[in-house]
Structures are given as C-alpha cells and as structure tokens.
T-cell receptor, first 113, second 116 residues
Framework: GENVEQHPSTLSVQEGDSAVIKCTYS??????FPWYKQELGKGPQLIID?????GEKKDQRIAVTLNKTAKHFSLHITETQPEDSAVYFC????????????FGAGTRLFVKA | DVKVTQSSRYLVKRTGEKVFLECVQD?????MFWYRQDPGLGLRLIYF???????EKGDIPEGYSVSREKKERFSLILESASTNQTSMYLC???????????????FGSGTRLTVV
C-alpha cells in the first residue's frame, strides 16, 4: 500500500544551526504535502504545506521543497532555536473523490542551547 | 482562534467499561477524524466522517465506534475498554473542500487514556 518514509527519526542540532528532515512518498497521485509540529503534551499543529505544482515554499525560518519526479519532499529549518524542539511529521495527501492522508513516522528534533 | 476541543486531557478507565471521547470543532469543518498515537507506531486512523451521520472506518476500527449527530461534534466510543486501548487519542478536522489546502488537519490537544 501507499506509505511515507521519514528520516531521520531523531535529529540533534546546536542552536543556530540548520535542520533538514526528509520524506519520500509512494503514491504518485499525492498532490498536497503538509508538515506538522507536535510539542510535548499537545496535538500536532500544521506549520507549512506545499502543493504538488510548487517546488518550494518559505515562511520565515522554515521552508519546504518538493521534487515530484523523485517523490521527495523536505522540511528546512534555519537558525534553529530551543523552541523548535518538537516532533515533526510529514504527510502526503491524495485526493481522488475523497481524500487520504498518509503520515510519516515522525522526527524528534532536539535543539541544544 | 479556531479550535478543536477534546473534552478530557487525561482519563483512567477500567477494563470492560464503555468509554466516550468527545470532540467539538468551531470552524464549520466538513470532515472529522479520530487517530490514536502510540510510540513507534505513529498516527493511526480509527474512524472518520465526511458529513453528519456519516462515518467511515479507518485503518484500525476494531473495538471502536463513532457518532456524529451534529456537524461540530464527533464522538469516539470504546464499547468495552481493554488495556491495549491505552493510548493518546487525537481528534482532527479539515475543511474538506477544494483546493488541496483544505485537507490540512487542525488537531485537538489529545486525550491520554489509560485502561487499567
């Protein structure tokens, strides 16, 4: 069946460094790719997303890139801060009448002060 | 601020009890979902609903049922709670209409259920 692979499962960076999380999806019909941030004790929160007809999107310190041919998409966080520490989930959404969301397994990001 | 509100943050129930988890959204969203989240297993879809009184099974519906009598409310029911249903339960909603950005989830804060 369809799946989304997410790497790495854990990422530790020094404050101020960049962090990159990568996902690969299998369903070529997927057309929307959101990223979620889950802080301790809270539900996931959508932080950025990208449509399949766009290659890159940026929002302040976070950006997402999409390579449709390779079925890869990535989250980039620059100038990391301790408050960026959280679990990040990628997802691939396919709309065919109804819609289906497949989540990656998550990446736990630690930002060391 | 738009919200998905789950009625309880923490619940402790006994094996065999009937358990109700309530979720309310104030965004007039069409679609609502129940997920459970377990370490190492990620987010798994239990049930979802595209409309009032409508429900669809997700990937792990066994042992659960749902009710959606009003657009804003989606309830998850554990008919007879078991210890393997100890988990974090997350409710979510989406607008559900084109364009694709409508499919981004708004999640509640979660209910951590312990069945003893």
């Amino acid at each position: 069946g369809e799946n989304v692979e997410q790497h790495p499962s854990t990422l530790s960076v020094q404050e101020g460094d960049s962090a990159v999380i990568k996902c690969t999806y299998s369903d070529s019909a997927s057309n929307y790719f959101p990223w979620y941030k889950q802080e301790l004790g809270k539900g996931p929160q959508l932080i950025i997303d990208i449509r399949s007809n766009v290659g890159e999107k940026k929002d302040q310190r976070i950006a997402v890139t999409l390579n449709k041919t390779a079925k890869h998409f990535s989250l980039h966080i620059t100038e990391t801060q301790p408050e960026d520490s959280a679990v990040y989930f990628c997802a691939a959404v396919t709309y065919t009448g109804g819609f289906k969301t497949i989540f990656g397994a998550g990446t736990r990001l630690f930002v060391k002060a | 601020d738009v919200k998905v509100t789950q009625s309880s943050r923490y619940l402790v129930k006994r094996t065999g009890e009937k358990v109700f988890l309530e979720c309310v959204q104030d965004m007039d969203h069409e679609n609502m979902f129940w997920y459970r989240q377990d370490p190492g297993l990620g987010l798994r879809l239990i049930y979802f609903s595209y409309d009032v009184k409508m429900k669809e099974k997700g990937d792990i519906p066994e042992g659960y049922s749902v009710s959606r009598e009003k657009k804003e409310r989606f309830s998850l029911i554990l008919e007879s709670a078991s210890t393997n249903q100890t988990s974090m339960y997350l409710c979510a909603s989406t607008k559900g209409k084109a364009p694709p950005e409508s499919y981004g989830y708004t999640f509640g804060s979660g209910t951590r259920l312990t069945v003893v």
